[in-house]
């Protein structure tokens, strides 16, 4: 089948360049990593890679490791185990 559909995008020069690297590492042109990428999306149904929007639970554990608020310190492993055990 001739290869007929183009792909336009925008990233940054240095994520571009060590990106190239890789595939030129793996004997890859560009074309042909990003064929691959998406023939690996259809096989998959999705992303070929685990990626999971967090839900509220973790995105308000994020959000105070971020912030530094809300978060519980313990001196030892045994008194975080008492916690929970």
């Known amino acids: ?3 007929t559909g183009t792909i336009h995008v925008r990233v940054e020069p240095e ?6 690297e890789t ?4 004997g890859l042109s560009v074309t042909e990593a990003v064929t691959w990428f998406y023939e690996e999306v259809v096989a ?3 992303l070929p890679f685990p ?7 973790t ?6 490791i971020r912030t530094g608020k809300g978060l ?4 030892t492993l045994d008194e975080l185990m008492a916690e929970f055990g």
């Open 23 to 26: 595939f030129s590492a793996l």
């Open 1 to 3: 089948m001739a290869k």
């Open 15 to 20: 994520l571009k360049r060590k990106a190239e």
């Open 59 to 64: 995105r308000e554990a994020i959000r105070q």
């Open 44 to 46: 998959h149904g999705g």
């Open 51 to 57: 990626s999971r929007v967090p839900n509220a639970t």
């Open 72 to 75: 519980t310190e313990y001196a």
